[in-house]
């Protein structure tokens, strides 16, 4: 955490560099948490990217209160929430953009995902309301609490709790169901 | 049949093999940089000097007076046995004693240089030798200034300047001393008790469950601080746990909507690294060195019973009249004591043939230099040609190393 108090510090100085650790620091975090989140996990990079370069453009105006990594990750969270919002709206728009949203997808191999156990996870959760998904994967993924996770989405803490609770059911009965098979 | 806690347990510890190639990489920090550098030109020039502003305008240093409230926290906790952790600072300040090396950075807000401190103790835990390098950003006019302090003397050679200026002076050398042992926990909270008794500092301690993690202290200040000289709002202290001495430390501004603004970090490095001896000592000088010993000489002309509007006249009026009758000795001593060969070349090209008039003495328009400008009129000839000279300044002050003496510092030609 010291580390990244100077990092920030030499960030917010103009110094390239510290953005560059900050980035190989955090990105491998920054995917991970993306591509659980995301319905569609070709958009994990764009989403990265974005959070970056938006972070990139913020160092006078950065004002960081909590630690970098949490700052990151709830940067990562509220933009996945959005994207998957936009591809829900795009999704019902009709058949005819639907080629549109496949063309523009990420070529897979310009992101590296070999893991068979994250497609599995990806699918597990993305049969999970988004609220769920959300809460569940922010707590035990990105270690935050319960209380953050209720003011990122204002929101009561009870209802971040009771989220958390029904999404873990759901993703047991979904998990057990596979097994199962 | 998989339970909640193991679900849980599950995706905690799911290692997903994810990550981007190093083309892509390239490709992201590329714009970010990008993206980083575009940002920075847009940042308004008008925010550093408004940060600067901000920190303080009082003669100590912000470094120094960062180092105040590291003293406030020690003393605070000294005598507030009611800290609920298992860590106290009198475990730091315990720690301290033993230091005899220690190495010191200040980072300040959109400055890339920063200021660098050697420090050497004696076995008593008193200051034995200083080196410090202060960027140009510190003191625009003088430019960078590497000083060391040692055997009770002061060099500070002024890069851009060319110029070494020594001097021995007890106030000097007692504000250097006292500036440097703000850093010292072991005699910061002595001076600090006053305020820690008045309550005006809140302390907060977070020790983690990391053995590798700092303790952080945060430290925050009631505004009634500000009358005390502390210039910043809050500090966090980070403490190394196996050591107990402070790695860092940080000053924090209120701003609106009670956030707080990071303004600086200093860091401690190497305690109790042996520094090199050659360290303390300046043997990188150019060759070409303009030398002013103002231990071997007096500089000036002394006040006596003179109003300092008086005696500023008077040194300017000595000044220009040293130099009409080429007395480059007298002239280089009321100049800060400006060697005689290197007051030759630069006004032999000057002649003055009276002095037209001396004005009134205005207090020096640059913040911090201190003194007067006082205005005047020179009747010059250049190739056979008169004309009227009216020179930036001069400006006039107290001799630092030597009491009751005034001389020249610049703005003559």
Request: proline share 4%.
């Amino acid at each position: 955490m010291l580390e990244d108090k100077v990092l920030i510090w030499k960030f917010k100085c103009g110094s390239s560099d510290a953005l560059c650790s900050i980035y190989q620091k955090y990105k491998k975090d920054l995917l991970k948490l993306a591509a659980i989140l995301l319905s569609d996990v070709s958009d994990t990079e764009d989403i990265v990217h974005d959070v970056f370069l938006s972070f990139a453009q913020s160092a006078e105006k950065l004002k960081l209160r909590g630690n970098l990594k949490s700052y990151l990750l709830t940067c990562t969270a509220n933009r996945a929430r959005n994207r998957n919002r936009t591809n829900r709206q795009r999704q019902t728009a009709g058949l005819d953009k639907a080629e549109t949203i496949t063309s523009d997808s990420k070529k897979p191999e310009e992101l590296i995902i070999a893991n068979e156990e994250l497609r599995r996870w990806s699918n597990a959760m993305g049969k999970l309301p988004y609220e769920q998904r959300e809460v569940v994967i922010l707590h035990l993924r990105a270690g935050m609490r319960f209380r953050q996770i209720a003011k990122l989405q204002g929101i009561s803490v009870n209802t971040i709790k009771g989220r958390y609770r029904y999404g873990l059911d759901k993703l047991r009965s979904i998990l057990n169901g596979e097994m199962e098979k | 049949m998989k339970s909640a806690e193991n679900i849980e347990k599950l995706i905690k510890n799911l290692d997903l093999d994810i990550d981007t190639n190093e083309k892509t990489d390239q490709k992201i920090l590329k714009e970010l940089i990008e993206a980083h550098e575009k940002s920075k030109k847009m940042k308004s020039v008008s925010i550093e000097p408004n940060i600067r502003s901000k920190i303080m305008k009082s003669p100590i240093t912000k470094l120094a007076a960062a180092v105040i409230i590291v003293g406030v926290v020690l003393s605070f906790t000294i005598w507030n046995k009611t800290t609920p952790t298992a860590y106290a600072l009198e475990q730091t300040i315990q720690a301290s004693h033993s230091v005899r090396y220690l190495r010191i950075k200040g980072f300040n807000e959109g400055m890339e240089e920063q200021k660098e401190f050697w420090l050497e103790f004696d076995e008593q835990g008193s200051i034995k030798n200083i080196r410090a390098h202060m960027p140009e950003w510190e003191s625009p006019s003088d430019g960078a200034r590497v000083v060391i302090w040692r055997e009770g003397k002061a060099k500070i050679w002024f890069k851009k300047k060319n110029t070494l200026l020594t001097i021995k002076e007890k106030r000097f050398a007692d504000k250097i001393s006292e500036t440097v042992q703000l850093f010292d926990p072991k005699f910061a909270f002595q001076r600090f008790s006053e305020m820690e008794k008045s309550g005006l500092v809140k302390i907060d301690i977070e020790e983690p469950q990391k053995e590798t993690e700092a303790i952080i202290v945060t430290a925050t200040y009631s505004p009634e601080c500000k009358e005390f000289g502390v210039p910043v709002d809050r500090t966090i202290l980070f403490i190394d746990q196996a050591t107990k001495l402070l790695t860092s430390l940080e000053s924090y501004l209120l701003i609106e909507n009670g956030d707080y603004e990071l303004i600086d970090v200093v860091e401690f490095h190497d305690y109790n690294k042996r520094i090199d001896p050659a360290v303390f000592m300046l043997d990188e000088l150019p060759s070409d060195v303009i030398e002013i010993d103002q231990t071997i000489q007096d500089i000036g002309l002394e006040q006596g019973n003179l109003s300092d509007e008086d005696i500023a006249v008077k040194v300017v009026r000595e000044f220009y009249e040293a130099l009409i009758a080429k007395d480059y000795v007298k002239a280089g001593l009321l100049y800060g004591g400006v060697p005689v060969a290197t007051m030759e070349e630069r006004f032999k090209d000057l002649k003055i043939i009276r002095i037209i008039s001396i004005g009134e003495p205005k207090p020096h328009p640059t913040p911090g230099v201190g003194g007067f400008m006082v205005p005047c009129k020179l009747e010059i000839e250049k190739d056979g040609i008169k004309s009227v000279y009216e020179p930036y300044g001069p400006g006039i002050r107290p001799v630092r190393s030597q009491p009751n003496r005034w001389s020249i510092h610049g703005g003559v030609k």
